[in-house]
Nanobody, 125 residues
Framework: QVQLVESGGGLVQAGGSLRLSCVVS????????MDWYRQAPGQERELVAH???????NYANSVKGRFTISRDNVKNTVYLQMNSLKPEDTADYIC???????????????????WGQGTLVTVSS
């Protein structure tokens, strides 16, 4: 029932911008930290950006200052604004959710994670 659906990928010239969206269904968004990963052919999956349930963010050094992650808790959507794109940003961009909740009075938590299908970003030189 939980689904993560990305959109916004495409072909852009170096120096251009794209805004990716990930819509989360299944009533888990408000309890989930969200991530954007990317994976290029032959490369390992890389964490690009993270946003907590409270809105704090972290970025990979390679995108710091160029990318911005944000979330809209009304629309259940996480965004990745990508500016000053470089050819090395070319990759499949994948949305990721980590849902946690407290399950007992002692503070124990359960954790579930979900992945989107990805959206392809191609940056030409």
């Amino acid at each position: 029932q939980v689904q993560l659906v990305e959109s916004g990928g495409g072909l852009v010239q170096a120096g251009g911008s794209l805004r990716l969206s990930c819509v989360v269904s299944g009533n888990i968004f408000s309890g989930s930290s969200m991530d954007w990963y990317r994976q290029a052919p032959g490369q390992e999956r890389e964490l690009v950006a993270h946003i907590s349930t409270g809105g704090s963010t972290n970025y990979a050094n390679s995108v710091k200052g160029r990318f911005t992650i944000s979330r809209d808790n009304v629309k259940n959507t996480v965004y990745l604004q990508m500016n000053s794109l470089k050819p090395e940003d070319t990759a499949d961009y994948i949305c990721h959710a980590v849902f946690t909740k407290v399950v007992n009075v002692e503070g124990a938590t359960v954790r579930k994670e979900y992945w989107g299908q990805g959206t392809l970003v191609t940056v030409s030189s």
